[in-house]
């Protein structure tokens, strides 16, 4: 799949949901009903492609994109065993390749708040992954209607 593929599938996916494009990357949440400046950016996946935020994954390389995805921790345990620790480092050592494509791994700089990612995902990768984004997106919305119900007091 290409990035485009990946972006539509997610769009077409997801009801409430706000797409947020920033210097060619992009952030999926939930509609929140509140200007999406990116203070109140809080994505339970991202589409990006370029080495802005980090270099561990050469997106720099042609036709390279990273697909991430928040998960709960349970699900990162299940996946990869224990969520690393952050260690102040910018890129956090799990022993995977960061630069490896169509390989679900955990991410190079979330890994500690249970993200994960996937460079290029293939079409068996994407369906494979589904059940990730599904509860990331179920996590987001249920932290979306827990803010709601905050701004509503």
Do not use: K
């Not at 190079?108 to 293939?122: E, K, Q």
């Amino acid at each position: 799949m290409n990035e485009d593929a990946v972006r539509e599938a997610i769009t077409r996916g997801y009801a409430d949901l706000e797409v947020i494009e920033s210097s060619g990357n992009f952030f999926f949440q939930v509609r929140s009903g509140q200007e999406a400046g990116p203070d109140r950016w809080l994505p339970f996946a991202t589409l990006v492609t370029n080495d802005l935020y980090d270099q561990a994954s050469r997106l720099d390389r042609p036709s390279v994109f990273r697909l991430n995805v928040g998960v709960s921790p349970e699900t990162y345990r299940s996946l990869f065993g224990a969520v690393p620790r952050g260690n102040g480092a910018s890129v956090i050592d799990t022993g995977h390749d960061y630069t490896a494509l169509d390989r679900l791994m955990p991410h190079p700089l979330y890994a500690p708040m249970a993200w994960v990612c996937v460079l290029n995902p293939s079409e068996a990768t994407f369906q494979a992954l589904q059940p990730l984004l599904n509860e990331a997106y179920t996590r987001a919305t249920r932290r979306e209607a827990t803010r709601a119900e905050r701004r509503d007091r």
